[in-house]
T-cell receptor, first 113, second 110 residues
Framework: GAVVSQHPSRVICKSGTSVKIECRSL??????MFWYRQFPKQSLMLMAT?????????EQGVEKDKFLINHASLTLSTLTVTSAHPEDSSFYIC?????????FGPGTRLTVL | TQLLEQSPQFLSIQEGENLTVYCNSS?????LQWYRQEPGEGPVLLVT?????EVKKLKRLTFQFGDARKDSSLHITAAQPGDTGLYLC??????????FGAGTTVTVRA
């Protein structure tokens, strides 16, 4: 399967600051990546679909101006949480997609103080 | 809204026992995946099933996809403490998106 990395693995920031999370597809070119958020003891909730070279598609209820997604190359998508607040604290996971399967990164734990 | 319902939500068993996790939906999926996730890590793919009625075996794990491609089950034989984790089923559509179940937390006691 595909190998996906995320950076950083953990980040702690102050309320009001912005945080960028990187998602890299290490062994294949990903035209489509997905960003998820997962709260403790809950399942994954899709936030947005990241499309290489075009705008991301956001799920209902996800603020596109708060969660900025950039997919400038076939191996890198970034998620920037702007003006982060404590309620944005969560586990953020990206994935790459093949025809019928997604491969997930190891996740980024964001804690906003 | 979760399109896939998983049951049970929690499962705690003794090492050596068997367990089954169910994943049900009213929707038809083009494929169905099972993942296992450990705390602080991303989900790891266990299997993808695409054909109605398909059965796949992965060592002590047996996966079934319903004939109508609406439901699936995961059966673990002689569970071990290393099987502990959050098991997630996910249904695939033609747009590459996945719809996830709520997950089943499995704890295998030594």
């Amino acid at each position: 399967g595909a190998v996906v990395s995320q950076h950083p693995s953990r980040v702690i920031c102050k309320s009001g600051t912005s945080v960028k999370i990187e998602c890299r597809s290490l062994d294949f070119q990903a035209t489509t990546m997905f960003w998820y958020r997962q709260f403790p003891k809950q399942s994954l909730m899709l936030m947005a679909t990241s499309n290489e070279g075009s705008k991301a598609t956001y799920e209902q209820g996800v603020e596109k101006d708060k969660f900025l997604i950039n997919h400038a190359s076939l191996t890198l998508s970034t998620l920037t949480v702007t003006s982060a607040h404590p309620e944005d604290s969560s586990f953020y996971i990206c994935s790459t997609a093949t025809a019928d399967t997604q491969y997930f990164g190891p996740g980024t734990r964001l804690t906003v103080l | 809204t979760q399109l896939l319902e998983q049951s049970p939500q929690f499962l705690s068993i003794q090492e050596g026992e068997n367990l089954t996790v169910y994943c049900n939906s009213s929707s038809v999926f083009s494929s169905l995946q099972w993942y296992r996730q450990e705390p602080g890590e991303g989900p790891v793919l266990l299997v993808t099933v695409v054909t109605g009625g398909e059965v796949k075996k992965l060592k002590r794990l047996t996966f079934q996809f319903g004939d109508a491609r609406k439901d699936s089950s995961l059966h673990i034989t002689a569970a071990q403490p290393g099987d502990t984790g959050l098991y997630l089923c996910a249904g695939g559509a033609n747009d590459y998106k996945l719809s996830f179940g709520a997950g089943t937390t499995v704890t295998v006691r030594a």
